[in-house]
């Protein structure tokens, strides 16, 4: 039952190749997000979705598409990996209410190394 | 520029001890500041949300304040034990946005 899952856990591949995580919330949340956590646990969130639609996308490269098909759903599709992309990536969500803002659910996280 | 900036980077303490984390913001406008818990190997977890009107809020042996004038926060961790060892993530609300500190490794020993 968990609330906010991720798969895969663990990825590792080479360089040039395209890759996809999945993240899947079961909270109803209306609002979901993936940070990038570098080898400096710095948390930088790079896109969030709100009721599919994109609503920040911050400042990373077009090799990077995320694609929202439901509300539950938010898959990060990456192309041509560089070494750069390797890093953790987590997937959060979070029920956003005009009069209180409400904390974000986040996944365990997908450790991604490229080679 | 919002930033969000704690100290120290890293602790280690003995079981049983207090520590105090520290978080000092330049994000405007300000909406909220919220401590996350976040284990090796999984997400970050809330602990507690701070308001502009709260200075204190307490959860079990976490106590956070704030202060909006000076824009600093602190999170107390009473009676440390073993599990509490983990990256404490400071974390404050724009209007929009969620701007995240670096965190503080807190490795608590037996």
């Known amino acids: 039952d968990t609330a906010v899952s991720q798969t895969p856990k663990y990825l590792v591949t080479q360089m040039g190749n395209d890759k996809s995580i999945k993240c899947e919330q079961n909270?109803?949340?209306?609002?979901m997000y993936w940070y990038k956590q570098d080898s400096k646990k710095f948390l930088k969130i790079m896109f969030s979705?709100?009721?599919?639609?994109?609503?920040i996308n911050e400042t990373v490269p077009n090799r990077f598409s995320p694609k929202s098909p439901d509300k539950a759903h938010l898959n990060l599709h990456i192309n041509s990996l560089e070494l750069g992309d390797s890093a953790v990536y987590f997937c959060?969500?979070?029920?956003?209410?005009?009069?209180?803002?409400?904390?974000?659910?986040f996944g365990n996280g997908t450790r991604l190394t490229v080679t | 520029k919002n930033q969000v900036e704690q100290s120290p980077q890293s602790l280690i303490i003995l079981e049983g001890k207090n520590c105090t984390l520290q978080c000092n913001y330049t994000v405007s406008p300000f909406s909220n500041l919220r401590w996350y818990k976040q284990d090796t190997g999984r997400g970050p977890v809330s602990l507690t949300i701070m308001t502009f009107s709260e200075n204190t809020k307490s959860n079990g042996r976490y106590t956070a304040t704030l202060d909006a004038d000076t824009k600093q926060s602190s999170l107390h961790i009473t009676a440390s034990q073993l599990s509490d060892s983990a990256s404490y993530i400071c974390v404050v609300r724009g209007t929009y946005k969620y701007i995240f500190g670096t965190g503080t490794r807190l490795k608590v020993l037996a």
């Open positions: 909270l109803g949340h209306d609002t």
């Open positions: 979705y709100n009721n599919k639609e994109l609503i």
């Open positions: 959060a969500s979070s029920q956003d209410k005009t009069n209180r803002i409400p904390p974000l659910h």
